[in-house]
């Protein structure tokens, strides 16, 4: 199963989601352990009782922006945003470094630096600016690059050694050191749903997606799509319900995505297709 795929399936129940919203003062606990959101800056992700979101992240030019990183770099196969045990592992120009998701420390490969200036394109790909940081540990010798992202959606977390830019929060998978970048809002406008939560979302065509994040107060900006429908929360459309968004051939990393029903506790569909367990994992109507 493609990468591609258990990112679709890291979805599969909105309710799994937790939120930990950077420089405010207000978060959630997950629902069943699902990834977090973190706001500019990236960092580590914290359950409950953050005020940092993600372990104590810090914004552009933080802690490690102006202090030295480490200067061995590796020889091995590992690219950048890979985790890795010893730099040794990582390939050339790159260091294993220490980062964080939620509460789990690991080590990535990544580019460290002294300042900003030491920063330039990442080779993850992605567009904005670059900027040399320690957010997971503030420690000089954690510094490295990061990739701001300007874009919803973009690809975002310590496997992409890339942060989101704009105010928005990297949404991670379960399971998973990537996640995408997100506009969070207020399911109700008329209250405040706390730091960072927009009361409306900043394209009019979107809705407030309910049921993402634990929170009931907060939603994720996106569109909804009915079941059978073309879905892919890289653009931005999630499957309304508790229906999945499936990629239609599951070993291709591209290609169209479908929002199925999700049959995982009924084994039964209700419109049709075949029952279908994905690696004991989950269960979709394949059709």
Known sequence: ?????????GLIAPAILFLAIACGDDDTGAKDGGPSTSGKGGGGGQTAGS???????????GAGGS???SGQTGSGDLTEGDQCTTTAECGTGLTCLTAAVQNTTVRICARSCADDTACGKSDAGGAGMEICDSPYTGLAKDAHCINFEPDAYAFCGVGFTAACDK???CLYFPSQTIGICVDLCSIDPS???GPGVSATCPVSSQACVPGIVSQDSIGVCGKQAARDA???IEMGIFCSGTDICV???LNADEGPQHCREDCTDTNKCTSGGACTSVSNRFSYCKK
């Open 1 to 9: 199963m493609s990468k591609r795929a258990h990112l679709s399936f």
């Open 191 to 193: 209250q405040d749903a």
């Open 51 to 61: 005020s940092a979101g993600k372990g104590g992240s810090s914004g552009k030019g």
């Open 230 to 232: 073309e879905c892919g």
């Open 67 to 69: 202090s030295g990183g």
């Open 167 to 169: 105010d928005r929060a």
């Open 247 to 249: 990629p239609d051939d």
